[in-house]
């Protein structure tokens, strides 16, 4: 019997985490993958269209939780995936990235006995007040299994005192979605379409609470962005959370007026042709940091620190401030245009996932049956304390 494994896919930036390990997994007789969407991101510029891109299918499961505070989101996916979880008995739960669902997921899974494995594990930004961080925290402690894009990542574990068997990197799973849709990219010639040249403008996209909930920050941006627009074009991809910000002060007129395009979010393909044609980046995304490093393409990140310190050490990113953002895009416009990337940020992430995966289920093959609804009522109801050598565990 193929393992079955559950993908848990929940907003934006998961998708491209998912896809190449779906991909990879579908192609392995031993395994069976379950999509799950959470429902967290709903647009079908946000969600549908990278499913599409990505060539996903559609979710065998779909919670449809939406937007809401962060304990009505966290809460409502754990509510609604426990029970997907109990019925559909996985044998691996895989959660990826640090947005609520992933946190929310991988305390479903640990609770109930399943194998958690953390994709994109032991990023640390060490500033508590990212909602990420803390999905970062608590995933990172409860998943049975660590992937890491990078050496820092397994530092930050290991001086978490996690131990070094749960632990493996695989390197940088974005990069495989790059290179698995490639010749789309090249094929999607958007500069083009934006009447832009190649090298001659930059993309900003921007949606961090820090950046776009505070509206005094968001009006420093605005203005430095306007500045920054004169020396060269940039294009605006728009997340909602950032329109409705925008809209709500009158600084998206303002910036069109300046001449900055504002435009609805892309799907992947289109977004990373856009990318790839681009002198420089200004933003605050985590994906992009690192997408950017891989092309040599500037990165101007708006923020006080990065979970992806990597990017700076080796590749093309710099964290600037609205203050400094002029300066710093002046300098990344005269400075010489280097592609260094990280080790194992090669496009093989995924294969290295399902070798780990099949390691770890290997000799010991459990197979691992997670409870029923009446030995979990024993457990947590004192007859059993759950131990570190639990029978769920012995494989990981
Ligand atoms: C979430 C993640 C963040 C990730 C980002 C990528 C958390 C805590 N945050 O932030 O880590 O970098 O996704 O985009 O998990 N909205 C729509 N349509 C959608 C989705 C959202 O209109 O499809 C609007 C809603 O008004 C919502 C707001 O955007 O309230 C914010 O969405 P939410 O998922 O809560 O957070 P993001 O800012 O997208």
New binding site residues.
């Given amino acids: 019997m193929p393992s079955r494994v559950h993908l848990i896919a929940a907003?934006?930036?998961n998708f491209m985490k998912v896809a190449p390990l779906w991909h990879a997994l579908s192609a392995a007789p031993d395994f069976a993958p379950v999509l799950v969407h959470t429902g967290?991101?709903?647009?079908p510029n946000?969600?549908d269209a990278f499913f599409a891109d990505l060539c996903l299918p559609a979710p065998h499961h779909h919670l449809g939780i939406g937007?809401g505070s962060?304990a009505e989101?966290t809460g409502g996916v754990m509510i609604a995936y426990e029970k997907v979880a109990l019925s559909d008995r996985p044998n691996w739960i895989i959660v990826a990235g640090?947005?609520?669902?992933t946190a929310a997921c991988a305390l479903v899974g640990t609770k109930l006995g399943i194998p958690v494995v953390h994709l994109e594990a032991g990023l640390r930004s060490r500033d508590r007040a990212m909602?990420?961080e803390l999905?970062r925290l608590v995933t990172d402690v409860l998943a049975d299994v660590l992937w890491t894009p990078s050496a820092d990542a397994d530092e930050n574990l290991r001086g978490e005192g996690i131990p070094e068997s749960r632990i493996s990197r695989v390197g940088n799973i974005m990069i495989d979605s790059f290179e698995l849709v490639r010749p789309a990219i090249e094929a999607a010639k958007v500069p083009e379409e934006f009447g832009l040249e190649r090298g001659g403008y930059g993309v900003v996209t921007l949606?961090r609470?820090s950046n776009v909930d505070d509206p005094e920050q968001l009006l420093r941006l605005v203005d430095a962005l306007i500045e920054a627009q004169r020396r060269l074009p940039l294009v605006f991809p728009v997340?909602?959370?950032t329109a409705?910000r925008l809209g709500a002060a009158f600084l998206d007129s303002r910036l069109r007026r300046a001449g900055v395009r504002l435009v609805e979010p892309l799907p992947y393909v289109r977004f990373m042709s856009l990318v790839t044609g681009a002198a420089a980046a200004i933003t605050d995304?985590?994906g992009i940091q690192e997408e950017t490093t891989y092309l040599g393409i500037a990165c101007l990140t708006l923020r006080e620190n990065t979970e992806r310190p990597v990017t700076i050490s080796e590749g093309t990113n710099r964290l600037v401030c609205p203050e400094t953002m002029l300066i710093e895009l002046e300098r990344a416009l005269t400075a010489p245009r280097v592609v260094r990337c990280p080790d194992l940020w090669d496009g093989k992430t995924a294969a290295r996932c399902v070798d780990d995966l099949r390691r770890r289920a290997g000799p010991l093959r459990l197979p691992v049956t997670p409870p029923d609804g009446a030995e979990l009522v024993r457990r947590y109801s004192g007859g059993e304390r759950r131990a570190g050598g639990s029978r769920y565990r012995r494989g990981v």
């Fill in positions: 907003a934006r930036p967290q991101h709903y647009d946000m969600s937007s962060h989101q640090d947005v609520n669902s909602p990420e999905n949606h609470p997340h909602p959370r409705k995304s985590g």
